[in-house]
């Protein structure tokens, strides 16, 4: 466990980049810390637990480990960018009540009311007005590409800071005029999204709440203009975010092991090591003669590591992340892995309801594609808490248990069918409310098929089609094939990162075996 990965092995898989791509990736993921800060609160990746060191604790500087934290930011925004299709950077909101946002409140009443007062003036004074008009210049020149040679020509024209000054001076200077072109020019370079926001700005008539409704309108096209940023990237990020964050993280396992991780990856051996012992145990169980007897003197078979991987992965949808670290080379995406888990842990729930009452109900009940989706979607929607500490799976089970009996029933007479009797309800409803129980038979079947279909289409490889939707999983194949995709998709990313390191781990593993 406590050995050391052969770090020259894994250093030649992640150089079949140049360095220029490199530098010009990491160029990219520079200042871009508070663009992370936009993830959840209370992230899994700052909910750690205690870890064994495999060499001793040093002493690191604060600059060594600002530098450190700065290579893990660019890392985890690269990679946020890449996974998530959806990724967006949004405005930073402050709590109402923080002292930040207080003290930034404070700090600009004044400077605004300073503002108001030299504009007061008589003759008004525009030291403070001009410097708005400057830093607006700049915000309008930095939204411009470089086709935009017109219009970079008309901002620098009309906003001259020194000509502006100059008529300032002289008792010349229209502010209005100037603030008519600023509306103007923000409404032909803003998004779609923002014409409300800028065409009220022509509503605002004096002048200190219309320069502060413009910066406000501003910010909000600097957060456009950079998820733009972002979307133009992500082709060429794809194709160089395998090497980089392999790079970055050999370079944290180098430079900063005992900070972030265990210089060995014991996490990533353990997990990989169970993985192994699960496949080798069944495998030899399997193996074994109807009457128990021994399998042959030859062993159980050894698993591909391939196939240790896939099960490997498997394992993270049933992780207890209270208490199990979680291994080091998927740590990023551990929320991920974690919302994964409980969506299936609510499709288990769902189907084993579905199939307990299509298995109860008239044969034909289930073949009636509308009453099916709407059954389907009652159960859902009461299911929608499941994960919440204040919800009682078996409360709201006996709910659904009434209201399914409800349903089934107002189905059975217009479809022709025998009404249910009411021996058949109270069996019904007692055989729903047993789906509570993680133990339950049919529950059990469900979170059996579920994995199986998983591990079928993870070995199928992500570029065939799905595979055939196992017996019982019919109803709530459309939802468990949208996590299939998202679970697949996941996992060959991180094959296609840490590969080199999961190849070292178990060669040294199935060896032993």
Not at 192 to 201: F, G, S, T
Not at 380 to 399: C, E, G, N, V, W
Not at 411 to 438: H, M, N, R, Y
Request: proline share 6%; net charge negative.
């Amino acid at each position: 466990m406590s050995e050391n990965l052969e770090k020259s092995n894994i250093n030649e898989a992640g150089k079949s980049k140049s360095n220029d791509s490199e530098q010009g990736l990491e160029d990219a993921m520079e200042g871009s810390d508070e663009a992370l800060q936009k993830k959840k609160p209370g992230s899994p990746s700052t909910q750690r637990v205690q870890r064994p060191h495999s060499s001793p604790p040093r002493f690191v500087t604060v600059e060594e480990l600002l530098e450190t934290a700065k290579g893990v930011t660019n890392m985890a925004l690269a990679h946020e960018i890449v996974v998530n299709g959806d990724f967006q950077i949004k405005p930073v909101e402050l709590p109402e009540d923080s002292l930040e946002k207080k003290v930034k409140e404070i700090v600009h009443k004044a400077f605004w009311d300073c503002l108001s007062v030299q504009l007061s003036e008589d003759p008004p004074t525009y030291d403070h007005a001009i410097k708005l008009l400057g830093e607006i210049k700049e915000t309008l020149l930095s939204f411009l590409l470089p086709g935009h040679t017109r219009l970079r020509n008309q901002i620098t024209e009309v906003l001259d800071l020194d000509l502006i000054k100059q008529e300032a001076e002289n008792g010349a200077l229209d502010i209005s005029k100037l603030v008519e072109f600023i509306i103007g020019m923000m409404a032909t370079l803003c998004a779609p999204a923002r014409d409300e926001e800028v065409k009220k700005l022509k509503d605002v008539k004096e002048i200190v709440p219309l320069f502060r409704a413009i910066f406000s309108v501003l910010d909000l096209m600097k957060v456009d203009m950079a998820n733009f940023a972002v979307s133009s990237i992500r082709p060429h990020l794809m194709q160089q975010s395998v090497e980089y964050e392999r790079k970055k993280f050999q370079e944290l396992l180098e430079k900063q092991p005992t900070l972030f991780f265990t210089d060995s990856l014991d996490f990533v051996t353990q997990w990989l090591g169970e993985a192994a012992d699960d496949l080798m145990h069944q495998t030899y169980k399997n193996a074994l003669p109807a009457g128990g007897g021994a399998a042959g003197s030859g062993g159980s078979p050894t698993p591909s590591p391939i196939a240790v991987q896939n099960h490997a992965y498997l394992k993270l949808l049933k992780w207890d992340h209270l208490q199990q670290p979680f291994p080091e080379t998927v740590l990023m995406d551990q929320a991920r892995f974690q919302e994964l888990q409980l969506q299936l842990e609510h499709l288990t729930v769902l189907g084993a309801v579905l199939l307990v009452t299509f298995s109860m109900a008239a044969s034909g009940v289930s073949s009636q594609a509308t009453f099916a989706e709407k059954l389907k979607m009652i159960v859902k929607i009461l299911l929608t808490d499941m994960h919440l500490p204040s919800f009682h799976l078996k409360d709201a089970l006996t709910t659904i248990g009434e209201k399914v009996c409800l349903e089934v029933s107002s189905c059975l007479s217009p479809c022709g069918f025998t009404p249910f009797t009411t021996d058949k309800e109270i069996v019904l409803k007692g055989q729903i409310q047993a789906v509570a129980s993680p133990d339950n038979p049919i529950r059990r079947i469900m979170d059996s098929r579920i994995l199986t279909f998983l591990e079928t289409y993870l070995a199928s490889g992500h570029e065939k089609a799905l595979p055939t939707i196992p017996g019982g999983l019919g109803p709530v194949h459309k939802e468990l094939e949208e996590v299939a995709i998202k679970f697949v998709r996941l996992v060959n990313y991180n094959k296609m990162v840490f590969s080199p390191y999961y190849d070292a781990v178990l060669s040294k593993i199935l060896v032993r075996s």
